[in-house]
């Protein structure tokens, strides 16, 4: 089983390379303000990541735990449902698992 964990990343070229080889990337899609700043994935360009990188399954990280000022404390999966919604436009073949935040997922090889 072969896993990418982005990280605090954004989009860079080499993404290509893991191209097909994944079984799960798990992709940051949120921050700790109402932006996410520079070298950071948000929903949308975490969904191109995920077109880019063709993983079996993607799942959105880095949402819903923390709140802070303008971070949408009124619907922190706001960001993961994007995610998910944008992955389905550019990386239809790619499923999407939205977890709760300290849930858990099988992967079968």
């Known amino acids: ?5 982005a990280g605090d990343t954004d989009l860079f ?3 290509a390379d893991l191209s097909g080889h ?4 798990l992709l940051p899609v949120a921050g700790w303000g109402p932006r996410v700043g520079p070298g950071h994935l948000d929903p949308r360009r975490a ?7 063709r993983p079996r399954m993607a799942i959105p990280v880095h949402w819903g735990t923390f709140a802070s000022l303008g971070a949408r404390p009124d619907d922190p999966g706001a960001p993961a449902r994007e995610f998910a919604d944008r992955t389905a436009e550019l990386a239809p073949a790619v499923e999407v698992k939205v977890l709760a935040p300290g849930a858990g997922v099988e992967v079968s090889a």
């Open 47 to 53: 969904a191109q990541a995920a077109a880019v990188l």
């Open 1 to 5: 089983m072969t896993t990418y964990f």
């Open 13 to 15: 070229p080499e993404m």
């Open 22 to 25: 994944l079984d799960v990337a």
